[in-house]
């Protein structure tokens, strides 16, 4: 199984980045996708998942209202649309595959992570 993110960068305060997750490997239409990450010298952070049960899209507060997550199961790929970036959303972004219906804002519970792509906000 391989997950590859990308779509990374600098990007100015109130700009907008749209990174993907490409998956390998496993039955995709079947696992929830979903976004973690990690800002220097915090620990890791769920972002926003995309229920296979579902679809219906779940997101951390954090985000709510400025990112969009999304899956397109014929491309096996599930993106992060990211909008009014702010500086505290620098990190490395990480997307998740997760067996469970609805998933969860657990790390610890998910199958297979990728191995993140950096996304830096500029002030």
């Known amino acids: 199984v391989q997950l590859q993110a990308s779509g990374g960068g600098l990007v100015q305060a109130g700009g907008s980045l749209r990174i993907s997750c490409a998956a390998s490997g496993l039955a995709f239409s079947r696992y929830t996708m979903q976004w973690f990450r990690r800002a220097p010298g915090k620990e890791r952070e769920y972002v926003a998942r995309i229920p296979w049960m579902s679809g219906n899209a779940l997101y951390a507060d954090s985000v709510k209202g400025r990112f969009t997550i999304s899956r397109d199961n014929a491309q096996n790929t599930v993106y992060l649309e990211m909008n009014s970036l702010r500086p505290e959303d620098t990190a490395v972004y990480y997307c998740?595959?997760?067996?469970?219906?609805?998933?969860?804002?657990?790390?610890?519970?998910?199958?297979?992570w990728g191995k993140g792509t950096q996304v830096t906000v500029s002030s």
């Open positions: 998740a595959a997760d067996n469970a219906p609805y998933g969860s804002t657990v790390g610890r519970t998910m199958n297979y």
